[in-house]
């Protein structure tokens, strides 16, 4: 049965999990969106606040914004809600002992391999690449073609940048962000920015 879906940012992201939820077949209702002067994205209006999602009670909602902290913040003022995973049809996902939260978002031409854990919200975008075993926690979010070896863990709401790369075995902690075509070859255990090849902390 095909489902009513409300989108929560009206930005980049939510244009591209429009795009998902219509190829599935799915209603998309419009977006929510705290700026008022956004009325519309890709013909589906804004249809109000974030506030005004419980004015929906039947719907499915799913955080399309990619700052992990923002993601979270914003899913945990909801407890009541029904939450949306937004699966691209052109993603291959692995049905070999993989797990995906409620919430997440995988999107065109990305890659999880058996055995990977994916937790709530979080976002595998445009051509990730996550090996098998991986543990995603909640809200991470793998950038477009940043990709993972196996039996890697990330932590809680880190977001891995644009082409990043993690080697096979690495545990990064939460609350990290790794650049732009970072390679992590050492375990991160402190919060942070970390860039480079190999990656060093920035801040
Ligand atoms: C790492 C990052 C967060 C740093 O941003 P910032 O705090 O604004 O840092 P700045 O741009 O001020 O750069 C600080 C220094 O780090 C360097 N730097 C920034 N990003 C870098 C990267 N990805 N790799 C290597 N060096 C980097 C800058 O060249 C600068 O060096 P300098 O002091 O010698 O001039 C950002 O550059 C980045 O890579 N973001 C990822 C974007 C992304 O993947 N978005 C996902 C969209 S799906």
Redesign the pocket.
């Known amino acids: 049965m095909h489902k009513k879906v409300i989108i929560i940012g009206a930005g980049g992201h939510g244009k591209v999990i429009a795009d998902i939820v219509i190829n599935a077949g799915d209603e998309l209702l419009g977006f929510l969106d705290d700026d008022s002067e956004k009325t519309s994205l890709a013909g589906f209006p804004v249809l109000g606040s974030i506030a005004d999602a419980s004015r929906w009670p039947d719907a499915y909602f799913v955080v399309a914004i990619?700052e992990p902290a923002v993601r979270e913040r914003i899913a945990e003022s909801m407890p009541w809600a029904k939450w949306y995973t937004a699966i691209h049809s052109s993603a291959i996902v692995s049905n070999l002992e993989t797990t995906i939260g409620e919430g997440s978002m995988i999107m065109a031409g990305t890659i999880v391999s058996p055995g990977v854990t994916i937790g709530r919200h979080c976002i595998l975008?445009t051509g990730a690449i996550v090996e098998h075993n991986t543990v995603l926690e909640d809200y991470v979010h793998v950038?477009?073609a940043a990709k993972t070896g196996g039996e890697v863990f990330i932590g809680k709401s880190t977001w891995v940048?644009?082409g990043a790369s993690v080697n096979n075995c690495i545990s990064i902690c939460p609350d990290c962000?790794l650049?732009?075509?970072?390679v992590v070859v050492k375990n991160i255990t402190d919060p942070g920015?970390y860039?480079?090849v190999p990656a060093r902390k920035?801040r």
């Open positions: 990619g975008n950038s477009v940048g644009i962000m650049g732009a075509g970072a920015v860039c480079g920035l």
